[in-house]
């Protein structure tokens, strides 16, 4: 069965060096999106990717952060000088459109800790 | 503005019970309404959802939902627990032309006891 991928699974970082988080989401899909959890908190939007550009972004997805689809198959969340308020799990998800199918496709996630 | 609220952040239930999780919603079109999965240091598994038609909607593993407008909600449930339900249940809210952001409840840790 298809699936995203995310690399790595865990990067320990100290504050203010940056981080980029990798996917490779499935690959008939057309919307992209990354996603964090805070550790015990819910499951919050940062942003989402549709035809090489972004179509929405939280409040959280600030000027420190970028997304980028270099290639056919990756895309990835860079965040450019990392917090300490940045450790979460950020999960990449893909979905192949809303709301036929509608179901995103998550990842297993990359969990940040900042240091 | 959208929003999904999961009154309970824990639910204990022994296993061969039935089940039910609590999901309510705000939205200011019509719903579409998901719910996931999350096992220990995994990522989020799709169950189920309700996009239109009957208002029960099955889903993986045995689990079902029940769309109900008029109390905005949509709670999970199954029949008879198993052990290895025992995980953090997410209920999700999209709106039609919203197809970017989905907004998620605060989860719950469902507990089934031996």
């Known amino acids: 069965e298809p699936e995203v991928t995310q690399t790595p699974s865990h990067q320990v970082t100290q504050m203010g060096q940056e981080v980029i988080l990798r996917c490779v989401p499935i690959s008939n899909h057309l919307y992209f999106y990354w996603y964090r959890q805070i550790l015990g908190q819910k499951v919050e939007f940062l942003v989402s990717?549709?035809?090489?550009?972004?179509?929405?972004k939280s409040e959280i997805f600030d000027d420190q952060f970028s997304v980028e689809r270099p290639d056919g198959s990756n895309f990835t969340l860079k965040i450019r000088s990392t917090k300490l308020e940045d450790s979460a799990m950020y999960f990449c998800a893909s979905s192949d459109g809303v709301p036929n199918t509608g179901e995103l496709f998550f990842g297993e996630g990359s969990r940040l800790t900042v240091l | 503005a959208q929003s999904v609220a999961q009154p309970e952040d824990q639910v204990n239930v022994a296993e061969g019970n039935p089940l039910t999780v609590k999901c309510t919603y705000s939205v200011s079109g019509n719903p579409y309404l998901f719910w996931y999965v999350q096992y220990p240091n995994r990522g989020l598994q799709f169950l189920l959802k309700?996009?239109?038609?009957?208002?029960l909607v099955k889903g993986s593993y045995g689990f079902e939902a029940e769309f109900n407008k008029s109390q905005t909600s949509f709670h999970l449930k199954k029949p008879s627990a198993l052990v290895s339900d025992s995980a953090l249940y997410f209920c999700?809210?999209?709106?039609?032309?919203?197809?970017?952001?989905?907004?998620f409840g605060s989860g719950t840790k469902l507990n089934v006891k031996p």
């Open positions: 999700a809210v999209i709106t039609y032309g919203g197809f970017n952001k989905f907004y």
């Open positions: 309700y996009i239109t038609g009957d208002n």
């Open positions: 990717f549709y035809n090489n550009e972004i179509s929405e």
